[in-house]
């Protein structure tokens, strides 16, 4: 037996009962549980069914009674964990919350609540309202990426109060003029949220928001300029895989020796457990992503299009494959073709997720020198390749070097300047030659042997600056080792001894 509930009792949705986190419920009677009638309200204001819910930042405060109930997250089919808030019961115990687990790695909501579409909204780490994604999917159509004055709207006044801004087209936001804002309006007309998310999902892509699970939390250092959400597509957790990961990019019109540095390089990180990030374009960028899947390993494509318009044409297989074995990523929404300051801006995205870029090949004026400079305003790692000083592809690369990059030549480089501690490349040397191991005294005497004729002793111990019985005993010693030969009275280098000056080889 239970009281009745008021018009802010809980609500109940898919079969589970969702609690407000600020609603404050007294038991009317101890020896009845249930709901009491009396809400008290203890200095925070009340809340309406629709009101979304924002945990993020915030600590979410669990009714009388002094407990705060949580949920392990359990890890998803992507690697990412998902978290579950349980609110107490009526009777002071935990509601069980029954998250579903997405297959990016991402958990459903515990009420079950639909999405658009039909799907159930995932949520990952906090909730998120369907107001809110549906919002930020509008904005992403709306508004061109890497625009700090939208970043500024979204940050000051929420994503639902610019969508409705947007939509009503009356009052613009600050910091916008008249014509551009008529163009924004514009869009909005235009935008259709729902179907976005209907032709992502028909391609197998999903939309990522700042806050999520699988949100990489590394883009947030782009700051206003950081993008509204992403386009992913494939089934690894993005998250997880930015974690240890080095874009490549260089030219488009590169030589023969630029693809053969950026395959070798990518195969060799991807063989080390890195994940080799580029743009999916010609040249360099493909070179990079064929160079990771053949080594067997991980590979994302950040295109300056939809990820469900393959751009470049003749990178279209490439790029599927690179769906099926890795990911491909995108913060256009679907459809959406690439133009020349997309490619720019789509730059900063790489620069952010990775912990460094390496730039193969590039021109003064290439493209791939503007994500070295957003990697170095970020705080990255700028390396580069060295190239011939009389190609013109490496010029720009040659630039980089001269000023704040580090110069690499092979993926145990790379790791050693963004790796974890202990991760050091070899020492170099060069070849030991069979007389390096001699002694100091052996190789004196063997120096001061002529090239061209048989010389006494006396000679000898003169040019070793040492005794004739000291010269003599290491001569002997140098006969048995194959260096020299006795003629007469006088010693000569043997033909082995001077094949092995010039080629290093060991005498027989």
Not at 232 to 261: F, I
Not at 476 to 493: M, Q, S, T
Request: with cysteine; proline share 6%.
């Amino acid at each position: 037996m239970t009281g009745e509930r008021g018009p802010t009792e809980r609500r109940e949705s898919g079969g589970t009962e969702e609690q407000g986190a600020a609603d404050r419920w007294e038991a009317e009677s101890a020896g009845e549980q249930g709901l009491a009638g009396r809400l008290e309200i203890g200095g925070t204001q009340e809340r309406g069914p629709t009101e979304r819910r924002e945990s993020a930042g915030t600590e979410e405060q669990g009714p009388p009674g002094g407990r705060e109930s949580e949920a392990a997250g359990r890890p998803g089919a992507g690697g990412g964990q998902g978290e579950v808030v349980g609110h107490p019961g009526p009777g002071g115990g935990e509601s069980a919350t029954a998250g579903r687990l997405e297959p990016g790695g991402r958990e459903s909501e515990a009420a079950g609540r639909p999405g658009p579409g039909g799907a159930e909204a995932p949520v990952t780490g906090r909730s998120r309202s369907d107001g809110e994604l549906l919002g930020r999917v509008f904005l992403n159509r709306v508004i061109e990426p890497g625009d700090e004055a939208a970043g500024r709207w979204v940050r000051e006044f929420g994503v639902e109060e610019v969508m409705r801004r947007l939509r009503c087209g009356r009052a613009a936001l600050p910091g916008v003029s008249g014509t551009r804002w008529a163009g924004l309006v514009a869009r909005a007309g235009r935008a259709e949220p729902e179907r976005d998310l209907a032709v992502a999902r028909a391609a197998g892509a999903r939309f990522v928001c700042p806050g999520d699970g699988e949100w990489p939390r590394q883009l947030d250092d782009l700051g206003d300029g950081r993008p509204l959400g992403l386009w992913v597509r494939g089934r690894p957790n993005l998250r997880m895989w930015a974690l240890r990961s080095v874009a490549v990019v260089g030219a488009r019109a590169c030589t023969e020796y630029g693809t053969h540095a950026a395959a070798t390089l990518a195969s060799g990180l991807a063989e080390r457990g890195w994940v080799v990030v580029s743009g999916g374009a010609y040249g360099i960028d493909g070179a990079a992503h064929r160079g990771a899947l053949a080594a067997r390993g991980a590979t994302v494509a950040v295109l300056a299009c939809g990820v469900d318009q393959p751009y470049p044409r003749g990178h279209a297989a490439l790029i599927t494959r690179i769906a099926e074995q890795g990911l491909v990523v995108g913060e256009l929404p679907p459809g959406d073709h690439p133009t020349p300051s997309r490619f720019i801006l789509r730059n900063r995205v790489i620069a952010a997720l990775t912990r460094g870029t390496v730039v193969v090949e590039a021109a003064r004026r290439s493209g791939s020198l503007a994500t070295a400079r957003a990697a170095q305003r970020l705080g990255r790692f700028t390396m580069g390749v060295p190239g011939p000083v009389t190609s013109a592809l490496s010029a720009g690369v040659h630039e980089l070097l001269r000023a704040e990059a580090t110069l690499v030549t092979d993926a145990a480089e790379v790791i050693e300047l963004v790796g974890d501690m202990g991760d050091l490349a070899p020492v170099r040397r060069g070849p030991v030659l069979p007389r390096d191991l001699l002694e100091p005294a052996a190789r004196s005497v063997l120096a001061a042997l002529p090239g061209n004729r048989a010389a006494p002793a006396e000679e000898i111990a003169l040019g070793a600056r040492t005794t004739r019985d000291e010269a003599i005993a290491r001569l002997y010693e140098l006969r048995a080792l194959g260096y020299v030969e006795r003629h007469g009275d006088g010693w000569k280098l043997t033909r082995q001894a001077l094949i092995s000056v010039r080629t290093g080889r060991r005498p027989c």
